[in-house]
């Protein structure tokens, strides 16, 4: 992916976002602390089961994050025709040319 990421990049596009993290590895999770330091919700009377999150419970989304997820901030950006068309090309010729990288 990061290969895709530079090639795009060097044809003069910004704004490429290359992941993203997974919910269940955030600190809160990783922890179990969300509602101050006593661990709640996890050490209350309503959690009945030990939760685990640790890596490789979700694979499908770990391996999106890790390996293939490709984001472009196009929200981020006022683009007018023009410029959609350009982004538009730039993707194409990067596609088009996946098996040169």
């Known amino acids: 992916m990061t290969k895709i990421v530079a090639t795009i990049e060097a044809e003069g596009l910004k704004g490429l976002i290359g992941g993203y993290i997974n ?7 990783q922890n179990k ?12 009377d309503l959690s009945k089961r030990d939760v685990n999150y640790k890596k490789g ?5 770990e391996n999106l994050r890790d390996f293939n997820f490709l984001g472009f901030e196009m929200c981020l950006h006022q ?3 023009q410029e959609i068309i350009e982004t538009v090309s730039v993707f194409k010729k990067v596609w088009s040319n996946l098996n040169a990288l």
């Not at 602390?33 to 209350?44: L, M």
């Open 23 to 29: 919910i269940h590895l955030l600190p809160m999770y």
């Open 79 to 81: 683009m007018n025709e």
């Open 33 to 44: 602390i969300a509602y101050g330091s006593s661990g709640f919700p996890w050490s209350s």
């Open 57 to 61: 419970i979700c694979p499908n989304a």
